[in-house]
Every structure is written in C-alpha cells, then in structure tokens.
C-alpha cells in the first residue's frame, strides 16, 4: 500500500466517522446498551441513581386507546341543523314563487326535484295560488320551529348521554330528548292537521335532522386530555438497585428498564464526560481505519496486476462512505428495516471491475462498516452480507458477470431465501415475512441497477472490454478487421487460425474465450503499417530484407506492436485487447535475424534483436502467443502426420517456458497441456490433405 492509499483511507476514515457523530449522537452523548432479548448479558449494571421506568411504546400505545375506548363523546346542540332546515324552507318557496304559470309545471318539479322537496300535484298547486302558498309557508315554519324546540337525537346512546352546555359537561338521561323517528312524526302530524298531508312525510324527510350532535372539537380536546392522563411510567428503579446481572438471560422488562434509564441521563442532562466522547470518537476512528487499510493493502494482492494498475484506490475508499449514507438515510432519517439498503450494489461493481476475490473481500468490509450505522444489529447485515456472497460465487460459477437480469435474479431469490430462514428460525408471522421479501427486492433491484451503471461507467473510462464490445469487435465490418483482409491477406487468414485455435484453448483451460478470439483477430494489426515486409503477405519479402542488414530488418518486424497499439488506441480498441497485442510477442528474440548478424560477425545485442514486451500477464495473452507461433510454425513446415503437430505444439512450449516467457502469466503447466490437447483437432482439419494416416486394418476371417 503506497502513501496515496494511506491518505485516502485515513480521510475517509474522518468523514464516516464524523457521519456516525453526527447521526448516533445518543450512543456518544449518553450511555446505551445494546442489548437484545434473549441475550445473554456481558455486564452487571446497578442503578445510578432513582430513575421511573417508563412504559415501552408498545404497552402506552395499548393503554391510550383503552382510555379512549372509555371516553364519552360530548354533545352539544346545533343551532346550524335549525338555521338549515329554514333555510331550505325559504328557496323551496322562492322557487314555487318563480311559477306562477300552471303550463311551468312540469320545469317547476325538475327544480323542486333539485331541492329534494315534494313534487305531487298538491305541492305544485301552490305555485299558483299566493294565498295558499303563504299559508302553507307559515304552518310549515311554525311546524319546524316547535319540532326544534326539544333537541333531537338519531343514536343508539343508551339511557343517558354526556351533554356540552355552558362550557360544563354533563351526564343526562335521553328522556328529556326527542328521538329522530319521534321528531319526523311530530312535524308530520302538525301539517296532516292543517290538510298538508299528501307532502308531508316528504317535508319531514328534507326539514327535519338530528341537532343533537357530538361536539367534534370537544371530543378532541377530551381525547388529547384522556391522552395526556395516561401514566408513562410503570414502577420505579431506586438507586443501587440491581437492573440487570451479569450472564442472565435478557428480558423485555430488563430492555425496558435500560431504555428508562438512558432517557433519565438524558432527563437528567448526565452526559458522557468529554475524555468518554473523545475516547468513543478515536475508538470509531480507529475502527474504521483499520478496515479502510486493509482492504487497500488486499486490493493489489487480490486484483490482477493488469487491472490493479487503474487509478482505483479514491473509488473503493469513497465506496464505503457510501455504505455509511445508507446506513444513515435507512436506520436515522428513514427509520425502515435495513434490509432494504442497496448493499450488494458497490460489491458486485467492484467483482466485475477488478475480480472475484476483491468483490468477496469488500463484501465484508462492507458488512463491518455499516454495522455500526444500523446499532450493531445483526439481522440485517447477515442477510445482506450472506446474499451478496451467494451471488458472487454462483455468478463466477456460471460467468455471468455481464448479465444483470440474471445476477438481479440470482441476489433477490438469494436475499428472499436467507431472510426466510432466519424468519422461520424466529418464527415470525407471514406478514413479516411478505414485508421483508418486498424490501429485499428494493435493496436488489437498486443494487443491480446501480452496479451496472457503475461498472459501465469505470469499463469505458477505463477502457475496459465489455460482452458487447467484443461482439463488436468480432464483426468483420469492423474497420480494422477490414482493412487486414484487403491489405494483409495472409496476416488476415493467420489471424483467423491463430482466433480458432486459442479460442479451443481458452475454452479447455476456464479462460475468457471471447477475449482471446478477439486478442487474436487484432494481435497483428500492426502489419498493416509495412505489410510488404512480412513474408504471409509478400513471398518475396526476402528480397527487402537482403537490402536491409539484420538489425533494421529486426526493429522493422518489431515495429508492428508497436504500431498495432497506437493503431488499437485510435480506434478506441479495450485495455485487454491492447495487452494482448502488447504481450503476444513477450521478450522474445528474432532469432533468424539475430543468427545472420552473428554470421555476419557483427557482434549483435541481444536486446536489439528482441520484442519489448511485457511478457504476457494473462492466460488469454500466453494462449495468443502459443498459437501464432504454433500456426506459423505449421504453417511453414511439410507436415505428414499427426505426431509431427504435437510435436511441434510441445516442442514450442517447452521453449517459450525455457525462455521464460510464461513466468508472468497465471498459467500452468496443467493449463498449457489442456491447450495442446484443444488446439490438435483444430491444426488436424485445417492440414488434414497433408497429414497421411495408415489404412485400417480389416478384422481376420476366423
């Protein structure tokens, strides 16, 4: 780990525990025990100090809406009910005394029908008639004024009810009330007696209400009252008393009195001492920083050196803060089940950007940095951090790490899967169960959807080769691959072979086969720079070299990786396929042209007959290089039997190990034997006229 990454950590080690400061402030301010029920306690705690134990929120909220259940609604009499039912009265008449006419009768009821008044033809009469109309008016409102004078009730109150009068609440028996049914009679009556009785049921229907009604803003003083009359404390804890001893099994009652008496430090203003605070604030510090520097000094040993050289250590630190927003946001300002944190999201980018060994490592990193942001609990860290585990291994397994509708499959049926088991260990009711199911596919479906992204964005920052970048590459439209098949030929058709046989090989030994088909097709775009000086393009191309002495002859020849990458870098070509063409020489020497300069005598150097490299860093750059030079090797030789291209596969091996070719490249001596067997059948078919095999012998005749 360099200074870079150091100070990267220790910063980022400041910010997450400056977040954790700021929103566990309790936990610095004043004593908490964390403690669970059923656990088994660690410590023996004495009371302080006289402390009430308070209710716990579960057992106020049941004894609140017992004492609602008990409160009495008030009633009051309504002036309002009477006020409308006149009213009402005043714009059926006016409407009648918009009529006059009998030929309007029939507009007159759609009007009256808008009222909800009576509609008979002993009703509309009125309209034509002032004085029968005035009269009717007036034995109606005398009617509604006398029904009004005893407050009228429409509930089952039972024998008496509680009365709102002169600011005073009283309970009174409902017989001195009129029952709404009785009310409606009484109105009904009082009209039938003056010859009204064809409408009046229909009147006592729209004048007549109930008016004695629950006093809604009372009721809700008396609720806030009954409320607030409830006792928040349940006993009392007196000093030096015994609240919890050491390896007893927690209990809810022991929860209940730990919770009390962190709420009367707070009460009582007994905060921690200044050295406790600054001893919490260093411990968290420490804590954080210690994780922080060894997943920067896991990263370069877990992380291939090729994608270790990215500028990545200011992404994986900043990664864990975070994880520590989330946990902030979920557990302090959201105050939902943790589950729901997208915590599989920076692991998954992390494996398909630098490995799977990296991606399993920060997993748990991971899980201990936000540990201390949800109040150390364990539930949901299990199911997040075992999930994201389970999906990391079964997507190397199936190598699916460009698939995120599968990996989003896999991670919301694993995180379903461990969070039912733990729910039927606890045996917890179904509906618990379906709610954590439904945060588990929030926390997977963010995490999917912000791992591709991030992994998007840092492969084309990086340039790094993608599943539909190598499609891509793949097409024989692509620019580069044309222009090799109209201008080198014989490189074109070489490149072709050498993409076949690696490609069988990286398949045999668990390597990225699309990759090495691709390193393969572009490994000698190079040639297109000077293609006459290559012998598979130009059979007379010794003719160029014999102007040459073997020194220009080799720098030319070495030239085209050099020139294949600048061609790759401008045409936006992947890190990997520009390794490839890096290292698909190695260090190896041009030794045709390094024997004709010691021939000549001129005392060569070696290192001017030799390949820059580097020698190949990866499995598919060690199986580019054996098969171009198993390919050209076969190509250039009279081949009569099968014997003769293992021999020549073995023979090429074994050199480029005693050159030390493969030194750098995770590739064994089992892998390269696996590749020999894969590349035969290929070199069988393409040599196949040339290769002479014996007659099969027919059986004897017994």
């Not at 059923?38 to 308070?54: A, T, Y």
């Not at 699916?400 to 045996?427: C, D, F």
């Not at 067997?677 to 069988?684: C, G, R, S, T």
């Amino acid at each position: 780990m360099n200074s870079k990454s150091f100070v990267y950590a220790l910063l980022t080690a400041v910010v997450i525990a400056g977040l954790h400061h700021i929103f566990a402030a309790g936990s610095f301010a004043f004593p908490e025990y964390r403690l669970t029920e059923g656990q088994v306690s660690d410590i023996e705690l004495i009371s302080p100090f006289d402390f009430p134990i308070l209710k716990s929120e579960e057992q106020l909220k049941i004894d609140r809406e017992a004492a609602l259940e008990k409160l009495q609604p008030p009633f009051s009499v309504s002036d309002q009910v009477r006020f409308d039912s006149f009213s009402s009265l005043d714009r059926i008449f006016a409407t009648l005394r918009q009529y006059p006419d009998r030929k309007d009768s029939e507009d007159l009821a759609v009007e009256l029908n808008k009222l909800k008044a009576p509609t008979n033809a002993e009703f509309l009469a009125l309209a034509t008639s002032d004085a029968s109309r005035e009269r009717a008016y007036s034995t109606i409102y005398d009617a509604i004024s006398k029904v009004y004078k005893t407050p009228i009730y429409d509930m089952a109150l039972g024998d008496s009810l509680t009365l709102y009068e002169s600011d005073e609440l009283k309970r009174i028996s409902v017989e001195g009330f009129q029952e709404y049914g009785e009310a409606k009679t009484a109105f009904q009556d009082a009209l039938s007696r003056s010859g009204y009785s064809t409408f009046a049921g229909q009147l006592s229907e729209r004048l007549v209400h109930p008016n004695l009604l629950v006093d809604e803003n009372k009721y809700q003083e008396l609720k806030q009252m009954a409320i607030n009359a409830v006792p928040t404390q349940e006993g009392e804890v007196l000093q030096n008393e015994i609240i919890l001893r050491k390896y007893s099994r927690v209990k809810k009652s022991d929860l209940n009195k730990l919770n009390s008496l962190t709420e009367a430090y707070k009460a009582r203003n007994l905060t921690r001492s200044p050295w406790q605070r600054m001893g919490l604030s260093l411990g968290m510090l420490l804590f954080v920083l210690i994780i922080l520097l060894l997943t920067n000094s896991a990263f370069p040993l877990l992380v291939p050196k090729k994608l270790a050289q990215d500028s990545i250590e200011l992404p994986i630190n900043l990664s864990f803060v975070f994880t520590a927003v989330f946990g902030v946001l979920s557990h302090h300002v959201l105050g939902v089940n943790n589950v729901i944190i997208p915590f599989a999201l920076i692991p998954l980018a992390l494996a398909v950007l630098t490995g799977f060994e990296f991606g399993i490592f920060f997993a748990i990193a991971n899980a201990l940095i936000l540990n201390p942001f949800i109040n150390w609990e364990p539930y949901a860290p299990v199911i997040l951090l075992l999930s994201t585990l389970i999906t990391l291994v079964f997507i190397r397994r199936i190598k699916a790490w460009h698939e995120p509708v599968r990996i989003w499959l896999v991670l919301t049926v694993s995180m379903i899967v461990v969070g039912l088991s733990i729910s039927l260990y606890k045996n917890d009711p179904a509906i618990i169960i379906l709610r954590n199911s439904g945060y588990a596919l929030i926390s997977s479906t963010l995490s999917i959807l912000g791992a591709a992204a991030i992994s998007s964005y840092y492969e084309r920052r990086w340039n790094r080769s993608t599943k539909q970048t190598l499609l891509e590459l793949l097409d024989f439209n692509h620019p580069l691959l044309k222009k090799l098949a109209t201008q080198a030929v014989g490189t074109y058709h070489h490149s072709l072979v050498v993409g076949n046989l690696a490609e069988r090989a990286a398949e045999a030994i668990g390597a990225d086969a699309r990759l090495t088909r691709v390193g393969s097709y572009y490994h000698d775009i190079g040639k297109l720079v000077n293609t006459e000086i290559f012998t598979e393009n130009n059979e007379d191309s010794s003719s160029i070299h014999d102007k040459l002495d073997p020194q220009e002859s080799a720098s030319i020849l070495r030239d085209h990786v050099r020139e294949g990458v600048a061609l790759a870098h401008k045409y936006n070509i992947p890190k990997e396929v520009i390794d490839i063409i890096q290292e698909h020489h190695g260090t190896s020497s041009l030794r045709f042209f390094l024997d004709a300069a010691q021939r000549q005598g001129l005392n060569p150097n070696v290192e001017d007959y030799s390949y820059e490299g580097p020698k190949p860093q990866s499995k598919e750059s060690a199986l580019v290089m054996l098969a171009d030079i198993v390919e050209s090797t076969t190509k250039s030789k009279d081949l009569r039997s099968k014997d003769e291209l293992e021999k020549i596969i073995d023979d090429t091996i074994q050199r480029l190990i005693r050159e030390g070719q493969f030194n750098e490249a995770p590739i064994t001596i089992s892998d390269l034997q696996k590749a020999k067997i894969a590349m035969l059948p290929v070199l069988e078919s393409i040599y196949r006229k040339r290769l002479d095999y014996p007659d099969e012998q027919k059986p004897r005749d017994e």
